[in-house]
């Protein structure tokens, strides 16, 4: 069974620092991983989707990247703000099942 | 497009009442999802649905029924409402659209009493 791990669990920062989170999985045969961000009471919007065959992807501030043989796969986020702060959760797709980590909750302080 | 919608935002339940949650998603996907999300478990598959006509067990299938009742809805039954299932319910739909595969509705907070 797949199990995705999320470390940190929680994360305090102050305005402008990059960070990263991470995210590992134990069984690397996956379709893809997807990167989510949740706002408290809200649902999933995703940010980022890597194909099993890619390394990274980018958009904007964000950079993830992905090493499947090694089950991990990380969220770089550049010059944090106030408004990142949320919980970014990491998803893997095993056949039809998507398996989700626990999350990072990320505060940004101003 | 209202892309994957959810009723009830919210609903409290007796031990032991039925209910049932409703899904809808109008982007003509063919797999939609149902998960529960607990704090420090992050989120869990109920049962999905590969395509119109099949279902199938995820994680945590039991206490749980589930309806495809065509392409666009996907509805979620509890029989006989259990504390333990006191949660927040996510519907998801897959479908591949501009480098984004899952789309969620906005969670149902279930209170069981």
């Known amino acids: 069974k797949q199990e995705v791990t999320q470390i940190p669990a929680a994360l305090s920062v102050p305005e402008g620092e990059n960070l990263v989170l991470n995210c590992s999985f134990t069984?690397?045969?996956?379709?893809?991983l997807q990167w989510f961000r949740q706002d408290p009471g809200k649902g999933l919007t995703s940010l980022l989707l890597i194909q099993s065959s890619q390394r990274e992807q980018t958009s904007g501030r964000l950079n993830a990247s992905l090493d499947k043989s090694s089950g991990r796969s990380t969220l770089y986020i550049a010059a944090s703000q106030p408004g990142d702060s949320a919980t970014y959760l990491c998803a893997v797709r095993t056949g039809n099942q998507f398996y989700f980590g626990t999350g990072t909750s990320l505060t940004v302080i101003p | 497009n209202a892309g994957v919608t959810q009723t009830p935002k919210f609903q409290v339940l007796k031990t032991g009442q039925s209910m049932t949650l409703q899904c809808a998603q109008d982007m003509n996907h063919n797999s939609m999802y149902w998960y529960r999300q607990d704090p420090g478990m992050g989120l869990r598959l109920i049962y999905y649905s590969a395509s119109e006509g099949t279902t199938d067990k995820g994680e945590v299938p039991n206490g749980y029924n589930v309806s495809r009742l065509n392409k666009r809805e996907f509805s979620l039954r509890l029989e006989s409402a259990a504390p333990s299932q006191t949660s927040v319910y996510f519907c998801?739909?897959?479908?591949?659209?501009?480098?984004?595969?899952?789309?969620f509705g906005p969670g149902t907070r279930l209170t069981v009493t």
């Open positions: 069984d690397s045969a996956i379709y893809n």
């Open positions: 998801a739909s897959r479908g591949w659209d501009r480098g984004v595969e899952q789309y």
